[in-house]
């Protein structure tokens, strides 16, 4: 059973940092596309950041670009999200996604399509 396990959320101040971690477990070895979705009360989802586990090289939101950093650690099936310069616009759920053995890395970019797994969520809280 796969299953993505989310922490690192919390309260933070306007300027300030937070980081995110994803670890996914239940899966065959190989690379995986995981990524960041956020949605604030109201708002559609967003993807934030994605990547392929496998020496990828991560795709931002333009929201992201310059203040986040998303990583990734193939052998131990997690990615960081490093978020700094936060401001109360960032302020949503933050969750975790991922699409299991894709083709190639250039499904990772894909936010359109669905990903398979998602986890319960981490709230992430930027005050002014």
């Known amino acids: 059973q796969v299953q993505l396990v989310e922490s690192g959320g919390g309260s933070a101040q306007a300027g300030g940092s937070l980081r995110l971690s994803c670890r996914i477990s239940?899966?065959?070895?190989?690379?995986?596309?995981m990524g960041w979705f956020r949605q604030d009360p109201g708002k559609e989802r967003e993807a934030v950041a994605s990547?392929?586990?496998?020496?990828?090289?991560?795709k931002y939101a333009d929201s992201a670009k310059g203040r986040f950093i998303l990583s990734s650690n193939f052998a131990e099936n997690t990615v960081y999200l490093q978020m700094d310069s936060l401001k109360p616009e960032d302020t949503a759920m933050y969750y975790c996604a991922a699409i299991t053995i894709p083709p190639g890395p250039w499904v990772c970019g894909d936010w359109q399509r669905t990903w398979d797994y998602w986890g319960q969520g981490t709230q992430v809280t930027v005050s002014s």
């Open positions: 239940g899966v065959r070895a190989g690379a995986n596309c």
């Open positions: 990547i392929y586990t496998y020496r990828g090289s991560p």
